[in-house]
């Protein structure tokens, strides 16, 4: 798509929030080890008689918990997982064996039906749709934290297509209420705290800043030496009046793109309604370029948001919440699983440029 090549890259790149994950940048051909993933046709069917989260089936699956504009005629819903990974009967209390710890699977697993369209891909959905849908995971977040005490973290995130893990193609959310904090949220509000405590600035505040004022420079590892310096407007995908969509400079997959708002916040419970407006504006335009780039994408979306409790209440500052939207355009292979080490054969930066240079029309 990009006219000019860009030089090759062959490079371990250390994600700046979590030095503990990095990616090696191999962008020389034949540096494809790996199988690429189906792209998954663009479903055009709006109703299906059989599936169960279309509208009209209501009875196929558990009671609705809640549902926008109404519930007869709703646009988006939510009902209890039928299959839920954590539930609310208890059988033990944390047991402990030596270093083998067990937390009881207590929980709630609810899913949130995207919309009563059965085919329809989030950069289809209209901004005010996806207001409402990103209003409903605010919702319920919010309900679920205040609900239990023991709930410590209420992940929302989103499989679409096989190759991400979703069973159903009818396009929905799932929302866990756990009694743990998941690991890598834990590392990411710990090393984000750390890089507070040493800078007096939010990391990813930081990164924001560079992405729209600065030059970045990058020094070597173990000299310090600076290898040299970068134009980070570069990694700009979507900009909009409180949100950005970048692309990171180092992330696990190749077309991976992080959502955050411009100004400072932890919590996403706290996105005012206005914002909603630009939140969806900006995802929306994201999605339509990444399918624009890669057509028919499989992929994940997590929304990584401050931790409920006491332990995080000096967190706020240092933590930004973010949505990371990682899509599966290969299958990882055992060096990647066995190392940790992700490969990306594109280097973030042309990534980035294709994805910027797609003309849309105006929403
Ligand atoms: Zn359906
Ligand atoms: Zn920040
Ligand atoms: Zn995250």
Known sequence: MSKKPSPSVREIRINPVMP??????????????????????QKTV????????????????????????????WAVRVVENLYPILGEDSQNDGLVFGLQQVVEGYGRHEVIIDHN????????????????????????????????PRI???????????AAGASIPH???????????????????????????????????????EALTFEATIYDRDSGEIKRKIDVGQYVVERGEKFIAIKPFASRYEWEIHIMPLNHSADYVDVS?????????????????????????????????????????????????????????SIPTGFELGSGLFVSTISPEDAAQQLREIQLDED
């Open 20 to 41: 503990s994950e990095s990616v090696l940048v191999a962008t020389a051909r034949g540096m494809r080890p790996r199988k690429e993933e189906e792209r998954v046709e």
């Open 117 to 148: 369209n059965h085919g329809i891909a989030i950069h289809n959905m209209s901004v005010e749709h996806l207001m409402t849908l990103f209003s409903a995971y605010r919702d319920r977040m919010e309900k679920l934290y205040k609900a239990d």
């Open 46 to 73: 709006e109703h299906k008689d059989t599936c169960p989260f279309c509208l009209g089936n209501e009875d196929k699956t558990p009671p609705t918990i809640a549902a926008w504009p109404s519930e007869k005629n």
């Open 171 to 209: 396009t929905h959310s799932q929302i866990i209420a756990m009694p743990v904090v998941p690991e890598n949220v834990i590392n990411e509000v710990e090393y984000a705290k750390i890089h507070f405590d040493k800078h007096h600035q939010c990391i990813y505040c930081s990164l924001i800043n």
């Open 152 to 162: 410590q973290y209420v992940l929302v995130f989103k499989n679409f297509g096989p």
């Open 273 to 329: 309604p206005e914002d909603m407006e630009d939140l969806a504006r900006v995802t929306r335009r994201a999605m339509a370029r990444l399918d624009a780039v890669i057509g028919g994408a499989q992929y994940n979306f997590f929304l990584h948001s401050i931790p409920q409790g006491d332990k995080y209440a000096d967190c706020h500052s240092s933590y930004h919440w973010h949505i990371e939207i990682c899509p599966r355009t």
